[in-house]
């Protein structure tokens, strides 16, 4: 990958191409939980390389705002949260969710400033999340449900933990299928089972083939592909299929297991860091947000520290455990998402993908490069971001994984409808 194309690819800030791409999408400011309580501590977040706050006024409705005050640009996260407004501490200024200024008090009541609007973004709460748009305000696009999240009633648990690289390296690593026959192989075991069986610490695998062929397909949302490995039963007649599901530009279905679907958002806090969001979720089943979390070791306090950094990183090694790994656990490192941290972040802020040696279990990585540079570019041309004109709803994508036979097309296992008639086979 030449060099100018992959700066093109990591970097959101400021005009950078991909971060007006990103802006023509809802993006996840932050969990509603961070935000639940009306009058609450108003919350710092970034995205994009902007600096904002947000709060829940006294009636519930939810401001993402510049966080510093456009007076003299002190911090309006220090703010008191009050009488359906944000009152920053240093002249006692009041906004609004819409940053319309109610009060100035160091002004005189006449005062013209009072036409004065702060800067607040469009939002949107669903889902679990507070949703905010970052783009041109004559832009907005409708809210569109997220594919994890196919109905108001549908059973969502929430892993929240930050990365300190680039967005790109941690979804790389969202739609690398080939990874977790090694990195995860003590969390995701070979057994003899029907398909991806979740228990407390782990998830079976009936599948010891840890050199999937992989096959992938573009599309108008992003691109889907399958990793086909050879199962431990009846290899002769059936595969073993994992179906990942892209939907640009920040969005990886992953391949579910039989209490839960899975899904990730890797959102750009800013061209070094990322949020890393992974979602287990059911209409029906799912798994509850504290064992969810205790499972991935993302807990707050134990695992994380407040602002989701993680007291396991790479100023510690992880933690690595040298003794277990020569006991028999692969890595060392306790948790899913700590493993892949520890993978990307060594990687260094921003991974200098020209010296990278791809294989043919890179399929994908090399389909998401390609397409997002040309995405990027397009941006630049004055041309619509990817996944903002297409016919297919996110609601209607669904990842996939299963022992089917060797004839089957996969590409009829990344549509929810087409899932159950797929698996009757």
């Known amino acids: 990958m030449r060099p100018a194309d992959n700066e093109l690819l990591c970097r959101v800030e400021g005009e950078a191409a991909m971060g007006q791409l990103m802006r023509q999408h809802w993006l996840p400011v932050c969990m509603s939980e961070e935000v639940a309580e009306p ?77 004065l609007r702060h800067k607040a973004y469009p939002t949107h709460e669903a889902a679990g999340f507070i949703w905010a748009w970052l783009g041109a305000a004559d832009a907005v696009r409708p809210f569109e449900a997220p594919a994890w999240a196919p109905a108001p009633t549908t059973k969502i648990s929430i892993v929240k933990i930050h990365a300190a690289c680039n967005w790109a390296q941690v979804l790389e690593g969202a739609i690398d299928s ?26 079976l695998r009936p599948s010891n083939d840890k050199a999937p062929r992989l096959e992938v397909q573009a599309t108008d949302y992003g691109f889907h592909y399958a990793a086909i490995r050879r199962p431990i039963r009846n290899p002769e007649s059936h595969a073993y299929i994992r179906t990942t599901v892209f939907v640009a530009p920040f969005t990886v279905l992953i391949p579910p297991n039989d209490q839960y679907n899975l899904a990730q958002m890797l959102v750009p806090i800013d061209d070094e860091n990322c949020m890393f969001y992974w979602m287990a979720w059911h209409p029906t089943k799912g798994i509850g947000q504290d064992a ?34 020569k006991a028999g656990d692969f890595t060392g490192i306790l948790g899913i998402p700590a493993q892949d941290m520890a993978m990307w972040e060594s990687m260094g802020p921003i ?48 990842s996939f994984e299963g022992v089917v036979p060797k004839d089957a097309d996969w590409r009829a296992f990344t549509t929810r409808n087409a899932q159950p008639a797929a698996a009757a086979e």
């Open 39 to 115: 009058d609450g501590t108003p919350l710092r977040a970034r995205l994009l390389g902007v600096d904002l706050v947000v709060f829940r006024d006294t009636k519930g409705r939810v401001g993402v705002m510049d966080e510093r005050c456009p007076h003299r640009g002190a911090s309006l996260a220090f703010g008191r949260n009050e009488d359906c407004g944000l009152r920053c501490l240093y002249h006692g200024w009041k906004f609004g969710v819409d940053g319309e200024i109610q009060e100035m008090a160091s002004e005189p009541p006449e005062s013209r400033m009072m036409n």
């Open 178 to 203: 080939a990874h977790s026959s090694s990195l995860h192989s003590t969390n995701m075991p070979t057994a003899e089972v029907e398909g991806s069986t979740a228990t407390d610490t782990a998830w």
């Open 292 to 325: 969810w979390r205790r499972f991935c070791a993302a807990e707050v306090g134990a695992d994380l520290d407040a602002d989701y950094r993680k007291l396991r990183n790479l100023a510690n090694n992880f933690q690595q455990d040298r003794e277990k790994m």
């Open 351 to 398: 991974a200098d993908r020209s010296a990278d040696h791809l294989g043919s279990s890179d399929a994908a990585i090399i389909q998401f490069r390609r397409q997002m540079v040309a995405a990027a570019k397009a941006v630049q041309a004055g041309e619509p971001a990817i996944g903002t004109t297409g016919d297919v709803r996110q609601v209607d994508l669904a």
